[in-house]
Each structure stands twice: as C-alpha cells, then as structure tokens.
C-alpha cells in the first residue's frame, strides 16, 4: 500500500526543485538573499489563505457574497531574516483580520523574545536597539523596546504572589544593592533575595524585595507574606547577619534553626586586620569552624581569643555574640554542613543579578529592577533540574531530626 504523501513531503520536494533549478544559494543568507524572498512568499501566501477562509471562496472562483477582496495594502514586518515588505490582501467589508499577521502588528513571533532575551542579559533599551539594528537590519524604537518589556510585568505580579510549597527544608536569604532614580534622584536600594531548596533538592526563587532600609519590621512583612503564599514550614534558614533577621524568623517560623553564614562571619572578622595579619588569622579562624563539636569549636575559639583579642578584641566578641546562631550546622552531619555553613548558593544566583544590573548602571524606577530580575530567574531556572550536591544523604537526616514537620 502506498503511504500517503504528507505536507512535510511535499516541502522536501518543492526545495528539490528549487535547488535542481539552479538557483544562487550563495546568497541564500544575504540581507535581501532568497531566504528573505522565501519568507515574503511564505507569508503572502498564508495570508491569501487565510483571506480565501474568510471570504468562503478562492482567489478567482465567482460567488454571490456582497463581501470581495479590495486589492493590497504593503505592511514592513520585521523577521528573523530581517525587514520585509509583505502585501496584506483587504477586503470591502473591512472585516478581514489576519490570524498570522494581526493588524497593526508589525513583528512576526520570536523576535519580542530575543528582545526579552537581551533584556535580560542587562541590555539598556539603547543597546537593545543597536542589537536589532545590526541583526536585522531593522529600526526599532526604544519606546517599542520598553512596551514589550513591559509585557512582563502582570507576570512578574503574578509570579511574585504564585503559591509556594509547604515546606522548605533549607532556605536562603541574601541582598545586593542597586541603583535607582527616585525623587529626581539617584539613590542605592538593597534588594533582597529569599532562595529556597525544596524536598527534592531543586532550587528555587521564592521572592523577592526592595527596601532602603531593613529591619525586624521589614522582615516580618517579608516572612509573613511567604507564610500567606503557603510556605508553613522552613527547617533552616541560612543568612548573613541581616538586621532584624534572627526576631522576624522568631515570631513566623519559631520552630526554625537560624544559621548565620560562617564565610560572611571570616570576612566581618577580617574587615579592619592589617593586612600582614591576614593569613595567620585565618589560618587561626578555621579550627573554630572544621570543628567536629560545638565543645572542640568553643575551645578553638577561646585558644583564638587568647592569642588575638590584645590587637583584635572586637572579632572573638562578635563570634561570642552570635555563637548560638553560628554554630547551628555543628548539629548536622558532614553532607549537610557543607550545604548550609554558608550562603554560597544564593550568593551564586545574586552574583549572576550583579553581572545583569551592572549593565543597567541606574534603573528608571523600581518596575525596571523587578522586570530585569524576573526575566534573569526565567533563565536560570531552566538550568535547575537537578538536585544539589549530597541532597539524597541530607534528606535522610531531615527526615529524622524533623519527622513531623516534614
């Protein structure tokens, strides 16, 4: 039996007979080269389909219908291949709306996600524009570059109050700072980052938030909202030591160990030693946090203090003063400790935010930092599919330690 011939059949046929033909395929690339040509016949084609659908009849059938074409109108499209001039058929009812082409669009589909795409690789709008120009030959202005941007917007709200998982064992928090005109001024906002591991090790940003100030007021707010999306439980929150972190996780998520990160601890313990005393202090720094126990920790600190607190007595009092937070991950298994001792992970995504926002030097407004972050997770995200590192041991102990909570 015959196999019936399919259109992907006959596409390979007709670009047989166009190769067999002769044709310059040398060109078939250049700017008015015979993939652009192909395009234009492509798509005036569709849309004298599209045309014969509406009116009931082909180009050149008679009929009855009071409704007729009424010649052509020329359109600019901008494609993947570059500008074309596409003849549009009309109709004298002026009821003819082309599926393909909509009216008054002016760019086939896929070229507003290559703008998004380079928007959220910290393009400006200007650079965008240049971009567009250099690939495709096309003018674009950049308040038609800042409109689809701004498509995103009612996703960005919507993610930003999408449901969450109930619990998460370990969960992030971290900032960065930007800068943003405001009052006709240009002033640094810190914007904050939540980062939440769920049950199956995969990462994910749970929220973000943009403050001049932070504070236990501030993260209550913040917490608060994470609870209402449907966040009940987090086992472990690791942070630097935000102000006002430690009360708000208090009063949301009383059940909650609270780590503080031992990396930014080192660099807050290091900010005013000379430099000549950097290596030894270091080095006299890491058996308080390579300790097995909390004991054989509290004992390298005391040892530490004896030999620094003459030159450097603020830094052994810092490490006393937040101990209880700081030594949290002693309690956890190897596997674990590596994973939650410090803010590495989202410190990891906040470092890709830094190289996007860089770009940008100052934000129009808030709007533009949330757009240009949302479209960056977008993008990470499809890269996180895989739990992290050691996750299958660190689930077994949580498993344990939190049986009825998670």
């Not at 040398?26 to 015979?34: E, I, N, P, V, Y």
């Not at 599209?50 to 008679?62: F, I, P, Q, T, V």
């Not at 934000?363 to 972050?373: G, Q, S």
């Not at 977008?378 to 996180?384: D, I």
Request: aromatic content about 8%; charged content about 25%.
């Amino acid at each position: 039996m015959k196999r019936k011939e399919t259109p992907k059949d006959g596409i390979s046929k007709a670009i047989d007979v166009l190769i067999d033909s002769g044709v310059d395929l040398s060109t078939l690339f250049d700017q008015g080269g015979l993939l652009k040509q192909l395009s234009k016949r492509l798509v005036e084609k569709a849309l004298e389909s599209e045309m014969d659908s509406h009116l009931g009849y082909n180009k050149h059938a008679r009929s009855d219908s009071e409704n007729a074409r009424n010649g052509l109108s020329s359109k600019q499209v901008i494609t993947d291949h570059g500008v074309i001039s596409v003849e549009v058929p009309r109709d004298r009812s002026s009821t003819f709306e082309p599926v393909l082409l909509p009216k008054r669009q002016t760019r086939i589909p896929g070229l507003d996600d290559k703008i998004l795409s380079l928007y959220a690789k910290g393009m400006s709008l200007s650079d965008i524009q240049v971009q567009i120009q250099e690939l495709y030959g096309a003018e674009v202005s950049e308040s038609l570059i800042s409109n689809i941007t701004d498509s995103v917007i009612e996703d960005v709200k919507i993610w930003q109050n999408r449901p969450l998982e109930s619990v998460y064992p370990i969960v992030f928090f971290d900032c960065f700072v930007v800068k943003v005109r405001q009052d006709k001024r240009i002033i640094n906002k810190a914007v904050y980052v939540a980062l939440g591991i769920d049950r199956s090790g995969i990462k994910d940003v749970l929220g973000l938030w943009m403050s001049e100030n932070e504070g236990a007021k501030f993260w209550l707010g913040n917490l608060t909202e994470l609870k209402n999306r449907g966040m009940n439980d987090m086992l472990i929150a690791c942070t630097d030591n935000l102000p006002g972190m430690s009360e708000a996780i208090a009063a949301v998520y009383p059940k909650t160990d609270h780590q503080l990160c031992i990396i930014h601890q080192i660099r807050n313990s290091l900010q005013y030693v000379s430099y000549k005393h950097r290596k030894e202090l270091v080095a006299d720094l890491k058996p308080i946090y390579t300790a097995v126990t909390q004991e054989e920790a509290l004992m390298a600190l005391e040892t530490f203090a004896t030999k620094w607190d003459k030159q450097y007595p603020q830094i052994a009092k810092s490490w006393y003063a937040n101990w209880d937070n700081l030594m949290i991950f002693l309690q956890y298994p190897n596997a674990i400790r590596r994973v939650i001792y410090t803010t590495n992970a989202v410190e990891s995504v906040n470092s890709q935010f830094r190289r996007v926002t860089k770009n940008k030097r100052v934000f129009p407004n808030d709007i533009a930092v949330f757009k240009t972050l949302y479209l960056t997770i977008n993008y990470m995200t499809r890269k996180w599919t895989t739990p992290i590192h050691n996750w299958s041991e660190a689930m077994a102990h949580f498993l344990i330690k939190f049986e009825n909570r998670i």
